[in-house]
T-cell receptor, first 116, second 110 residues
Framework: NAGVMQNPRHLVRRRGQEARLRCSPM?????VYWYRQLPEEGLKFMVY????????ESGMPKERFSAEFPKEGPSILRIQQVVRGDSAAYFC??????????????FGAGSRLTVL | QKEVEQNSGPLSVPEGAIASLNCTYS??????FFWYRQYSGKSPELIMS????GDKEDGRFTAQLNKASQYVSLLIRDSQPSDSATYLC??????????FGKGTMLLVSP
């Protein structure tokens, strides 16, 4: 009964490289959310996806960031040409589809990105 | 800008005392409210959810909601050192996602 699985747990990139973060939702969950947490700050919403659909990307920076949740496989958050300001913890969460549980998010352990 | 506000703390209480954590939100149409606990370097974990005005109790935790005042709180009775963490208030403000406050750090001293 695995929870939300994220990898890698830690990722180090140099400026200008690409970062790919992966997330597999809990079994039975079809909604995936990505949040970013900067040091001493709260969780900031980035994007909400269902299989093959981006539902809400209002929190995504306009450039360099993209997300997908393909029919098969994990959700991926991709950051191109990373800069030092991208250093943060990136959390993925999932929720069941519909009903009162739709807003109950279960978080993964997070991926901590460090940009040198 | 729809927001969730929390006092950043730290809130310091002695072991065995009641810790009271508060949260206000800006959007009157909000329907779902959550408290998450986050230990340093770890991921948030759900403690309580509340959807209706009034109190909801679960063990040592009580969530209180007052929609008219746009206020939600979390009481922790018999606080333990293991309760020391950052507590995040989260609100569904009419969107498909949760908006989080910055969190209140709680320190429980033995």
């Amino acid at each position: 009964n695995a929870g939300v699985m994220q990898n890698p747990r830690h990722l180090v990139r140099r400026r200008g490289q690409e970062a790919r973060l992966r997330c597999s939702p809990m079994k039975g969950h079809s909604h995936v959310y990505w949040y970013r947490q900067l040091p001493e700050e709260g969780l900031k919403f980035m994007v909400y996806l269902q299989k093959e659909n981006i539902i809400d990307e209002s929190g995504m920076p306009k450039e360099r960031f993209s997300a997908e949740f393909p029919k098969e496989g994990p959700s991926i958050l991709r950051i191109q040409q990373v800069v030092r300001g991208d250093s943060a913890a990136y959390f993925c969460a999932s929720s069941p589809s519909g009903g009162s549980g739709a807003n109950v998010l279960t978080f993964g352990a997070g991926s901590r990105l460090t940009v040198l | 800008q729809k927001e969730v506000e929390q006092n950043s703390g730290p809130l310091s209480v002695p072991e065995g005392a009641i810790a009271s954590l508060n949260c206000t939100y800006s959007d009157r149409v909000s329907q779902s409210f959550f408290w998450y606990r986050q230990y340093s370097g770890k991921s948030p974990e759900l403690i309580m959810s509340i959807y209706s005005n009034g109190d909801k109790e679960d063990g040592r935790f009580t969530a209180q909601l007052n929609k008219a005042s746009q206020y939600v709180s979390l009481l922790i009775r018999d606080s333990q050192p293991s309760d020391s963490a950052t507590y995040l208030c989260a609100v569904n403000m009419g969107y498909s996602t949760l908006t989080f406050g910055k969190g209140t750090m709680l320190l429980v001293s033995p």
